[in-house]
């Protein structure tokens, strides 16, 4: 079964939230009309008897009111709907007044009657309701008799009637006017999703440029709005960052594989002495060396750029690991007559391989690029919350506008020389993505002609963990 769309499932939410509200409202709006016409018809009857007690207790006595009502009949005449017996005090006994059709009804006979006003509510043999109020007076013998005023019900009933029937006329209207108010509110409510539709239609691979507009949007859809936009702006920087990183690849294995087909095409056109052709395949030997390293270091990346990739980490001395890298390169660095120096100590959680990677990259281009003689200083220092590994070497340096773009893959300050020295330009990409594994971070700072510093900022432990 195909489920509701939104749109339905709050119109009809709404339409029926709406219909049972306006039922509640006539509802409570017929018990107050009940209430008040109640009110109304004892207050009536309340006047009606102070009115009669106060006749009778000035001049008027048994006999007076069998033979000489007529006080009280002015003050029942013209008052169709009200009813007046009298008795004497006790219930059944002799009917001393009645005026009006209902008052020789036979409950009124039963009806007792107090010192203070009580009402009680009746029914002829027709079916017509009627409000009786007793209470037992004084006559100015000091005799006292028991006085009935009933008030006929009908016009209230009738009032009441007419409400319900109107009621139940205009409750399908306004029902129905609920019901399309609540369509029309719903569609207008959600109509800022078709924007979200729009755009996520025109996404593609090839097109990612498409952002979600947030003026005027409701505050809840410009949430989501920002973070669909920032998720949006987050894949096409990977997409393009990926594309980019495919056209560098590319060109980067380009070179050396046109260079092997190219030697040998030239080396196969014709025969040739077998030096020669043991000079081409040692250059082709070369060449392939390259393109492994480039290879590797791909998958090296691959590898380190992978969240998948989070390997155990166990606690290591930065001293000790900047010693073997240098015992590695020592040779290296002879050649050129560089020195290098460790300083300082610090310790950090990490892999040890990855780390020694690390600062082998960033040794490896610091002897590239000093001069003869130099000395290259390897210090670690101890902060707060951190411990740094600075490389730093003297040199022409870098300038400014390369030093945002030095970590970006197959990046190069100066194209032909790396190449010519056997660098793939994936060296300093290697140490971003292992400082990242390793939730550090990676910095340098230049001054052209004078001195260059690169440093590795890793957490530092604390506890017997790191931060």
């Not at 939410?13 to 509802?27: H, K, N, P, R």
């Not at 009006?100 to 006979?109: D, F, W």
């Not at 050129?336 to 600062?359: C, N, Y």
């Not at 990259?361 to 210090?379: D, E, F, K, T």
Request: proline residues 4%; hydrophobic residues 40%; neutral net charge.
């Amino acid at each position: 079964m195909r489920p509701a769309s939104l749109s339905m499932r709050l119109g009809l939410s709404v339409s029926v939230m709406g219909a049972a509200l306006v039922v509640l409202l006539a509802a409570l709006a017929y018990f107050a009309l009940t209430h008040e016409l109640d009110s109304l018809a004892k207050k009536s009857l309340d006047g009606k008897l102070e009115q009669i007690q106060h006749s009778l207790a000035e001049d008027m006595s048994a006999h007076a009111i069998s033979q000489q009502p007529h006080a009280l009949l002015d003050l029942v005449m013209g008052h169709d709907n009200l009813h007046l017996t009298i008795y004497g005090k006790k219930s059944g006994t002799k009917l001393l007044l009645n005026l009006g059709e209902k008052s020789r009804e036979p409950i009124l006979a039963n009806i007792p009657a107090g010192d203070t006003p009580s009402y009680q509510s009746w029914s002829d043999t027709e079916g017509n309701n009627f409000l009786t109020a007793s209470k037992v007076m004084l006559l100015n013998d000091g005799d006292h008799v028991r006085v009935l005023l009933s008030i006929d019900r009908s016009a209230d009933e009738a009032l009441l009637s007419a409400y319900l029937k109107s009621t139940l006329i205009a409750l399908p209207l306004l029902l129905a006017l609920i019901g399309m108010g609540a369509w029309w509110i719903v569609q207008r409510g959600l109509s800022p999703l078709r924007q979200f539709r729009q755009v996520a239609s025109l996404i593609s691979t090839q097109d990612l440029t498409h952002r979600i507009s947030v003026d005027k949007l409701p505050q809840e859809l410009s949430a989501l709005a920002h973070g669909i936009n920032f998720m949006l702006h987050r894949l096409d920087g990977g997409v393009q960052q990926l594309s980019q990183f495919s056209d560098d690849l590319a060109h980067e294995l380009r070179s050396p594989i046109t260079n092997l087909m190219g030697k040998a095409q030239v080396t196969l056109s014709r025969e040739r002495p077998p030096e020669e052709y043991k000079a081409v395949l040692e250059c082709c030997t070369e060449e392939l060396e390259r393109v492994t390293r480039i290879v590797s270091d791909m998958l090296f990346l691959a590898q380190v750029s992978h969240p998948a990739s989070l390997v155990p980490f166990e606690k290591i001395a930065l001293e000790d690991e900047a010693r073997r890298v240098v015992d590695l390169f020592s040779i290296s660095a002879e050649e050129k007559q560089i020195s290098l120096s460790i300083a300082g100590a610090g310790r950090t959680f990490g892999d040890r391989l990855m780390v020694q990677r690390a600062i082998s990259n960033l040794l490896s281009n610091a002897i590239r690029h000093s001069p003869i003689g130099a000395n290259i200083s390897l210090l670690i220092e101890k902060h707060s919350e951190t411990v740094s590994f600075s490389v730093g070497n003297p040199g022409i340096g870098i300038p400014a506008q390369h030093i945002p773009h030095l970590f970006e893959r197959f990046y190069r300050v100066d194209t032909s020389r790396s190449r010519a020295e056997g660098g793939t330009g994936l060296g300093l990409a290697i140490v971003r993505s292992i400082m990242s594994l390793h939730q550090g971070t990676v910095e340098v700072s230049s001054l052209p002609g004078s001195f260059t510093v690169f440093r590795l900022i890793f957490p530092k432990v604390r506890n017997g963990s790191s931060t």
